[in-house]
């Protein structure tokens, strides 16, 4: 048995970060198993008392428990330290893979295994959810009642109504509660302020890097138990609300976090690497994981008189099944976007197939297996249609276009991508292109252009050259080169370029559902 010291306990937890691949469920067995049984540092109480807390309070399940046995050991900076001891090596790996996604995501390769990867990772969504239901409702008619409810609002809406929760909460306390307590809680219920109900309705500023961290900080207070939970909450407004990724790339920003040890809920650096560079990522993960400290370290000395709370049992009971339903509601929804052919179900199914029947191959084998897959296939013909736009700056009005696309594509159920580049690419966006954009939906802030490449026209199934003569690098795109000239400009006229751009991009989805192949 090991002496326990605190230098011992961080290189624990940074270890355990490194290499702890299977989830929340596994990651909390690992710690009762070395911490409690092999080495010793914690009675089975303190374990039992950190997972409690860690089930009935906001944060994701694995961190917050190792977040209270540092604080356990240490108080409030040991649980700081060992929070980030822990989170620290996903993260790095998250951001290495956000680079390598920027770098290369246009190139055939990474397609390909984000293709099959995808799909992997919606089985995978699905069995996670299946599992949580199973542990989380048992035959409580109440439970499956407020699941239910959450599920078809979130696969109705597309989106994460955060007050469905809040909802839930109060109607279980109301349930469970004596009928002299049910009618107190309504009354002060009814006493809020009508402005409190609709405070966290949006970011604190137009700036993307405040809008970031507020965002994330919401969605740290609101994950309850398995980190998967924060994936409808993220998919409301990562792609619906503030239009910062695609359906594709939220998707992929999952299956990075499914591929990498520790917490799932790093997805959110990936993510923010994605938006905003290495600054988003830091502010997103750090916004994320504050609310996940203060929820543990804060009530950590009064919890044992906290845990016998009937009201809060019942409360934390009601916001867990609806959370559960969520991530229901959100495989349908992240499904439909991911299954796009007949290749991607049966991968999904495969997948899904070899999780029901055995427990020997690890998540992370099965997701490296499809993007392996994945790449094959795509070298044997199978592979989403990409277009990619070019304009001289790569700034204007290939960005609109390739955004406008990807939209119209995704509401007309179209498996295309679209790619921004410029033949001498500007340094960024300029403001009144984000200001337009921002306008439309669309938050280009912290876009880079990017220079066109001829990994760029391989990969491409259109090239779409607007008013620009693409020289030597174009040559390769014979057959799939089609010209887009006499589009009005950007910066001066946004209205009457966003209608030109709209056109023609329609008739372009049209060819491409007739023939995604170079253009007849």
């Known amino acids: 048995m090991k002496p326990f010291t605190p230098g011992a306990l961080l290189r624990y937890f940074l270890g355990l970060g490194t290499t702890g691949f299977g989830g929340p469920v596994a990651l909390v067995g690992y710690m009762q198993r070395d911490l409690v049984e092999h080495r010793g540092w ?18 994701p399940l694995a961190a917050q428990l190792a977040i209270y046995l540092g604080w356990a050991r240490g108080g409030a900076v040991m649980a700081a330290l060992v929070g980030l001891a822990f989170v620290l090596p996903s993260f790095l790996m998250v951001i290495a893979i956000g680079v390598g996604y920027v770098r290369f995501g246009g190139l055939p390769w990474m397609q390909g295994a984000f293709y099959g990867i995808g799909a992997a990772v919606i089985a995978i969504i699905v069995r996670s959810a299946a599992r949580l239901t199973r542990l989380t409702l048992g035959t409580d008619r109440l439970r499956w009642a407020l ?22 909460g109060v109607v279980s306390v109301v349930a469970r509660a004596a009928p002299q307590r049910s009618a107190r809680l309504m009354l002060a219920v009814g006493m809020l302020p009508p402005g409190l109900l609709t405070g966290l309705a949006g970011p604190a500023s137009d700036a993307t890097l405040w809008r970031i961290g507020w965002y994330f900080a919401e969605a740290g207070a609101f994950v309850f138990g398995s980190g998967l939970a924060i994936v409808p909450f993220l998919h409301s407004g990562v792609v619906q609300q503030f239009h910062w ?17 520790g917490p799932v809920v790093i997805t959110v650096g990936f993510i923010g690497y994605l938006v905003a560079g290495f600054a988003g990522a830091a502010v997103a993960a750090v916004a994320t994981f504050l609310p996940c400290y203060l929820f543990t370290v804060i009530p950590a000395p009064h919890f044992r008189r906290l845990s016998s709370n009937l009201d809060l049992k019942a409360f934390v009971e009601g916001v867990t099944a609806a959370a559960t339903g969520a991530i229901a509601g959100a495989a349908f929804v992240l499904g439909r976007r991911a299954l796009v052919d007949v290749t991607t179900v049966a991968i999904a199914v495969a997948t899904f197939l070899i999780l029901l029947r055995t427990k020997r191959v690890p998540e992370p084998v099965l997701i490296a ?41 995704m509401e007309q159920g179209v498996a295309a991508r679209a ?23 669309f938050d280009v802030g912290s876009f880079r252009p990017q220079a066109l490449t001829e990994a760029d026209i391989a990969s491409a199934s259109r ?8 020289g030597p690098v174009g040559a390769s795109a014979k057959g799939r080169l089609v010209r887009w000239d006499g589009v009005p400009p950007v910066s001066t006229n946004y209205a009457e370029a966003r209608q030109d751009l709209v056109a023609r991009t329609a008739r372009l989805l049209q060819e491409l559902r007739a023939s995604p192949g170079p253009p007849r």
Do not use: N
């Open 369 to 409: 297996a499809a993007g392996v897959l994945g790449i094959l296939l795509m070298r044997g013909g199978t592979e989403m249609p990409t277009v990619v736009f070019v304009c001289e700056h790569g700034s204007a009005k290939s960005v609109v276009a390739a955004s406008l696309f990807e939209r119209m594509a």
């Open 42 to 59: 914690f009675t089975t109480g303190e374990y039992r008392e950190g997972l409690a807390l860690a089930q009935l309070a906001p944060g």
């Open 419 to 441: 790619v921004s580049r410029g033949t001498a690419p500007d340094p960024s966006v300029p403001p009144v292109v984000v200001q337009a954009l921002r306008g439309d939906g």
């Open 245 to 261: 990724l695609t359906e594709r790339q939220f998707l992929d920003a999952v299956a990075v976090a499914m591929i990498t040890p």
């Open 463 to 470: 090239v779409i050259a607007i008013g620009v003569d693409l």
């Open 147 to 168: 699941f239910a409810i959450a599920a078809t609002v979130t696969a109705w809406t597309e989106s994460e109504v955060v007050w469905i929760f809040v909802g839930a």
